[in-house]
């Protein structure tokens, strides 16, 4: 491992209204994550084959740290940052460089487009304070309003959990 030069991780990326959605798609036991004003870090090493795994992100637009979270789902680690302009339009790039990094993948899972948030009132149907809840780090605020706090459980709809008509 030591002299093994550190490569980007697979980052998937999906963005609302008012959050920007990042899916390392490693997994790292105890990785190292640094979620700054205008990018993220990730470093970690990555169970199956011990490859070091490190990139820094430099985002589109700034981002407000201190509201922004992210947990370690075991084969992923998700992040979700709050946007500090809620009122501007959707990114064009999660970067400032107009070249796609080549590890860097759009979820389509997670993805909403900007009149889709307008159809379905904004969208923020998901609860960052219980995200933060189930990684130990509290929360801050209590149990008030959740209209605008976002969450992961509530993003994704599974297919498979509709009853298929018989075969003929």
């Given at each position: 491992?030591?002299?093994?030069?550190?490569?980007?991780?697979?980052v998937l990326w999906a963005q609302r209204k008012e959050d920007v959605f990042l899916t390392?798609?490693?997994?790292?036991?105890?990785p190292t994550i640094k979620i700054e004003k205008d990018s993220v870090y990730f470093?970690?090493?990555?169970?199956?084959?011990?490859?070091?795994?490190?990139?820094?992100?430099?985002?589109?637009?700034?981002v407000i740290p201190e509201n922004s979270a992210?947990?370690?789902k075991g084969r992923c680690i998700e992040m979700v940052l709050r946007k500090e302009k809620k009122d501007a339009p959707y990114w064009p790039n999660l970067t400032k460089d107009k070249k796609k990094p080549h590890y860097l993948k759009i979820d389509f899972n997670k993805?909403?487009?900007?009149?889709?948030?307008?159809e379905?009132?904004?969208g923020n149907n998901y609860d960052i304070e219980e995200m933060l809840r189930s990684m130990g780090g509290g929360g801050g605020g209590g149990?008030?309003?959740?209209?605008?706090k976002p969450s992961f459980d509530d993003l994704e709809s599974d297919s498979d959990d509709e009853n298929l008509p018989d075969l003929e």
């Open positions: 491992m030591s002299g093994e030069t550190p490569v980007p991780p697979p390392f798609s490693v997994e790292s036991k105890d470093k970690g090493v990555n169970v199956p084959d011990n490859k070091v795994h490190e990139v820094t992100i430099p985002l589109y637009e700034t992210y947990v370690n993805w909403r487009d900007e009149d889709d948030d307008d379905e009132g904004g149990a008030g309003d959740k209209s605008d």
